[in-house]
């Protein structure tokens, strides 16, 4: 919260968790999620909360869970001192209190990709919404690149960092070698045996790197999934360019041909 700009305001903020599917008999089905803002904290007695925002979800349901953060976030915008964190309480339809690890939620020992973060959303002067992960510092900003949409590193308030979930490389080309003969296609094909094709494969997660070669639209749409990743998926990886290639092969009419045929390898990848 000490990234918020002079002038602008906080219109939103959300605590958001990934869960997992959890199985556990020593519960029943029905979980009920409570975050509250802890006002003060004591060592000799029970902090002082105040609920922000309460969710009920099946033991076995999995994905982000969303909770509105907003008054905690105005509070700690007035005056920083009085940011004590959060409080996460997960209980059984019995009120009996359950370890939120066993309800098969994550911590910042989880993957990267899922781990919990805070989003905010801002109204600037000039009218323009933008979102940021709050809980951590702001990089330094590399040089613009041409583009019509600004990149997303360079949007205020978004990190310019790649972000990978689970080890997973980001948007990139891979070897893949087609051969004629595999495919039972040597019959016709004279030459060649077969060619390097390449494929693209990885990740466009948010924020999209200038490696990335992503799209104005792919930016947007990663926008867009950060804010509502249950209604928009994230963009994919995809060619961006593409070659010719020319195959000797016999037609119809036992007719050599030598033909180059358009879009038959990967030049480049990029998130689309």
Known sequence: MTQVPTGETVTAAEFRLFKTRSFSRHFNRTLHISVYEIHRDHSNRQPELTLLDHESIQAGDEGWLVFDVTAASNHWLLNAKYNAGLRLYVENDEGQSIDPSLAGILGRRAPRSKQPFMVTFFQANRNQIRSTRAVKQLKKRQQKKH?????????PGVFDHVHVPDGRQVCKRHELYVSFRDLGWLDWVIAPQGYSAFYCEGECSFPLDSCMNATNHAILQSLVHLMKPESVPKACCAPT?????????YDNNN????????NMVVKSCGCH
């Not at 583009?147 to 949007?155: A, V």
């Not at 360019?241 to 092969?249: F, M, P």
């Not at 007719?255 to 358009?262: E, F, Q, S, T, W």
Request: proline share 8%; hydrophobic share 35%; no cysteine.
């Open 147 to 155: 583009s019509d949409l600004p990149h997303p590193n360079k949007l």
């Open 255 to 262: 007719n050599v041909i030598l033909k180059k045929h358009r």
């Open 241 to 249: 360019k593409l070659s010719a290639t020319s195959v000797l092969y």
